[in-house]
């Protein structure tokens, strides 16, 4: 059975930094897609960033230039920083994993492979 472990997260303040990081374990498991989703309270869930396996790197509209999706030294880690958060990022972030091609703009009903959850709350 395929895990998501996350870990990292934390309180942090409008323009701060934070690094998310995710592996993935079991047997037999093999991830080409991983990335992370974000729900905020009374919005659903937004891709935040994607990586595959060819390296293929994706982010939202929003995280561009400011967020960063890197492989880790483990072959299913992945590590997510974020800088200069904004007031309006507070959510859930997830991370999700998948044996095809997804990304950022895929529908997050997709991803067969999920997280715990990381809630991030940002104060102004």
């Known amino acids: 059975l395929a895990q998501l472990v996350e870990s990292g997260g934390g309180s942090v303040q409008a323009g701060g930094s934070l690094r998310l990081s995710c592996e993935g374990s079991g047997y037999f498991v093999y991830f080409y897609s991983m990335g992370w989703l974000r729900e905020a309270p009374g919005k659903g869930r937004e891709g935040v960033a994607s990586?595959?396996?060819?390296?293929?790197?994706r982010y939202s509209d929003s995280g561009k230039g400011r967020f960063t999706i890197s492989k880790g030294s483990a072959k299913n880690r992945k590590n997510l920083e974020m800088n200069n958060l904004k007031p309006q990022e507070p959510g859930m972030y997830c991370c999700?994993?998948?044996?095809?091609?997804?990304?950022?703009?895929?529908?997050?009903?997709?991803?067969?492979?999920w997280g715990q959850g990381t809630q991030l709350p940002v104060s102004s």
């Open positions: 990586i595959d396996a060819q390296s293929t790197i």
């Open positions: 999700v994993a998948d044996a095809v091609t997804l990304s950022v703009v895929s529908s997050p009903a997709k991803w067969t492979s």
